[in-house]
């Protein structure tokens, strides 16, 4: 369509209701027609009450049912349908950014130190369980109420839920639609970061974008920041296989013809559609708290070594964000007001400024929109804008998205040294798994720059920041 | 037992290939690879023995939801698989016990957590006498 869109007509395939539409430029375009996602962007393409177009944002890359990086809205009062698949295995997985009151040059000197304490300090990787316990009775009330029932237990305070997507807790959420096993799965693990690309960074700003924004976000050049990524753990992955397994016969019940079992659906209305929405949102309560308790051990650790007793207070969140959940909102459709359930899979939220749901102090800005990158390059911090509201139902990319297998990775590694080539570059890693580091090198992924570029350059973001890191802990 | 099984790449993930003369030995040789890539079975003890039983609308379905509740016995029950054997198989149902051990980190290496074992891409058949089965897990 132009140097960033690239349109899939209706009618490649059978069955499409809407266009394919990906964002994408030149230079990726050859790795995202190779990687699969295309033929995926057109198979979501055939979703009932799909509205718009079935999309893809530039850090597209091959996935289950959805590819990572498609959006997909549909109608709910029109024969809209919730797929757990556009959502993926990991509910609500997402990113939480935190500033300091330290800056580059005081952590510099530290660097590897800090790194080995808070690896030591923060539960990472297989099997790793986490230091708080809850009971099932406090464990329903996280699946219900998310980050406020942590606010109750002194876990969190009013300010981590403000600067939380949805505060931190999605309405609607049923404990007791998510199974024993999901929560028997998930029981040690709220507050563990996983394994796989889930990480903590300490970074620094290396790049501001608008002074103005970074300002109200009370961010400036050098500024040390946290980075967290991490999702509903065991929990949210026994979601998504419950709801892939209980939804087999809904297709065949409601009429609707799939081109791939993968993205099993449901209408919003019905009560499998009700029940998946349920389970999902307890889910993604789940994922906030988790991310939560992360900060917290985050900001204790940070605290002990700095011998600070007002670090951990100073260690102050900025924005939580999901990247893969499914919501109920409203957005304009062709002039018309429709109540859609907006699919995000490897997508974050982008809205615009003005938006009632962002915390007062954003709202004239547009929402932040953190992506990170890859462990050697940069993330960013964005901004939601008008465009994205009117063009991708308020959603931009989510990360840089990868390139090479796992596998691909660790034979591209044998022979050298990740860590010490990191080191070389300023930047300390440790990995709990012999093959961590291996695996998430830099290289198995797009160019994150690149990425954020093409978003920037469709309109539906707009830079604040970029960080660079520091420190590593990958699970 | 002449069933073999393999892994091979997928972006982001790992998928298994399995060829055998029996569906139990398919199952079998599937599940048995899947524990390998989690805990390797080398290291695992056969001290005591739990049951798994599934349904599902047909074989490729049962696949995936056999291979889901051994996975289930792994990582939900924390119970460290040496060997599994099919005791019963049709087409919609299959039955097996799996030999093994409580799961102890110091004891057993865990390599990997399986988010799930999916659909996409999902083949599970009889072809002229001889299972195959690719099935596709989420790391």
């Known amino acids: 369509m132009d140097a960033n869109r690239w349109r899939i007509p209706k009618g490649s395939q059978p069955g499409m209701r809407v266009d394919g539409l990906i964002f994408s430029s030149a230079e990726l375009i050859g790795d995202v027609i190779s990687g699969g996602g295309p033929k995926q962007v057109a198979n979501v393409a055939a979703l009932p009450g799909i509205v718009g177009a079935s999309m893809a944002m530039p850090d597209i890359h091959w996935g289950y049912g959805f590819p990572i990086g498609g959006v997909a809205a549909t109608d709910v009062d029109d024969g809209g349908v919730v797929s757990p698949g556009g959502v993926g295995y990991d509910i609500n997985c997402g990113v939480r950014m935190m500033r300091s009151n330290l800056d580059a040059g005081d952590v510099r000197p530290h660097i590897s130190k800090l790194t080995e304490h808070l690896f030591a300090d923060i539960p990472a990787g297989v099997g790793v369980s986490g230091p708080f316990t809850f009971s099932s009775k406090e464990m329903r009330k996280i699946l219900a109420c998310g980050v406020e029932h942590l606010i109750s237990c002194g876990l969190a305070d009013a300010s981590d839920a403000e600067a939380t997507e949805s505060s931190g807790c999605l309405g609607g959420a049923d404990a007791d639609a998510v199974s024993p096993q999901a929560q028997k799965r998930g029981a040690d693990q709220c507050g563990t970061l996983g394994a796989g690309n889930h990480f903590v960074e300490i970074q620094y700003v290396d790049e501001v974008y608008d002074a103005r924004a970074a300002a109200v976000m009370g961010m400036k050049l050098g500024q040390v920041t946290v980075m967290i990524h991490s999702g509903s753990r065991g929990l949210g992955h026994q979601v998504c296989g419950d709801y892939l397994k209980s939804l087999r016969s809904a297709p065949g019940k409601y009429g609707i013809e799939l081109p791939d079992r993968q993205l099993v659906c449901a209408p919003v209305k019905s009560s499998e559609g009700q029940q998946y929405l349920a389970a999902m949102r307890a889910a993604a309560n789940f994922a906030w708290c988790n991310r939560q308790l992360l900060a917290v051990q985050v900001r204790k650790s940070m605290s002990q070594f700095f011998g600070a007793r007002d670090t951990d207070a100073r260690i102050t969140q900025v924005y939580d964000v999901a990247h893969n959940i499914a919501k109920i909102e409203t957005h304009t459709v062709t002039g018309r007001r429709r109540r859609l359930c907006v699919h995000r899979k490897g997508a974050t939220r982008a809205f615009g400024p003005g938006h009632r749901e962002l915390p007062a102090c954003l709202r004239p800005l547009g929402q932040p929109v953190l992506i990170p990158g890859d462990m050697g390059t940069a993330s960013y911090v964005l901004l939601g804008t008008q465009t994205a509201m009117d063009r991708t139902f308020g959603s931009a990319c989510h990360g840089a998205g990868r390139v090479m297998s796992r596998k691909q990775a660790i034979r591209h590694a044998q022979g050298r040294r990740i860590d010490v080539e990191l080191a070389r570059a300023g930047i300390t890693a440790r990995a709990r798994g012999r093959t961590g580091l291996a695996e998430e090198q830099p290289d198995a992924y797009k160019d994150i720059d690149a990425v954020v570029e093409c978003v920037c350059s469709v309109g539906l973001a707009s830079k604040v920041l970029r960080l660079i890191p520091m420190g590593v802990i990958k699970g | ?139």
């Open chain 2, 1 to 139: 037992m002449s069933g073999r099984c393999e892994t091979f790449d997928h972006t982001a993930d790992v998928g298994l290939s399995a060829h055998a003369d029996s569906p139990e030995e398919l199952l079998e040789v599937l599940a048995e690879c899947m524990c390998d890539q989690v805990c390797p079975r080398k290291n695992v003890a056969p001290d005591s023995e739990r049951e798994i039983s599934v349904e599902a609308p047909d074989f490729e379905a049962l696949t995936v939801d056999f291979l889901d509740a051994v996975l289930g016995a792994i990582q939900i029950d924390r119970f460290a698989v040496a060997s599994v054997k099919v005791t019963g198989v049709t087409q919609t149902s299959a039955s097996a016990e799996l030999l093994g051990t409580d799961l102890d980190p110091r004891r057993h290496e865990i390599l990997t957590e399986i988010k799930a074992v999916t659909y996409h891409e999902l083949e599970a058949l009889e072809r002229g006498g001889q299972w195959t089965a690719r099935v596709i897990l989420d790391l």
